[in-house]
């Protein structure tokens, strides 16, 4: 069974964005303890869901490409993406006037609710069906046919 590039994006997207809210309910939980082996490996493991997601979706740009070209704009669109972010990430900390390690779990609470909802829109879309191999299309018509 093969699985759809969108659907992979859609699940990869969500499982990063709770991973995201688990580390941050444990560093509120603790009072701003962020030295946890736990929080680390959740923010990693967010960030490698969320590098999934946006490669996936990154794939399915070009859905008439080689799947070498595929390839690369899926990378290319996670790197966009995580470039963005980090823009994101600095105007959020650089308004932010509270305590340092509550401004940092405010720009993860963003990003967790960005894939969230990226992941939630994705599985709200429409799938295209595939084209059937039974119900091909007549071939178009040559000669005095054509004509008419």
Known sequence: ???????????????????????VFLIWRSGGET?????????????AAFAVALGAAGYTLVEKAPVWLRGVVAVATALLVLML??????GIKATYDGETWL????????????????????????RPEPPSRSRRA???????????
């Open 1 to 23: 069974m093969r699985m759809d590039p969108r659907r992979i994006a859609s699940i990869f997207a969500v499982l990063g964005g709770v991973g995201w809210l688990a580390k």
């Open 103 to 126: 401004r940092d779990e405010l720009s993860v609470v963003v990003a967790a609710l960005i894939a969230l909802g990226m992941g939630f829109w994705g599985f709200s879309r429409r």
């Open 85 to 90: 972010w980090q823009l994101l990430d600095q």
């Open 35 to 47: 030295e946890s082996l736990l929080v680390w490996g959740l923010a990693v493991a967010g960030w």
């Open 138 to 148: 007549a071939p178009p018509a040559r000669g005095r046919r054509a004509a008419r």
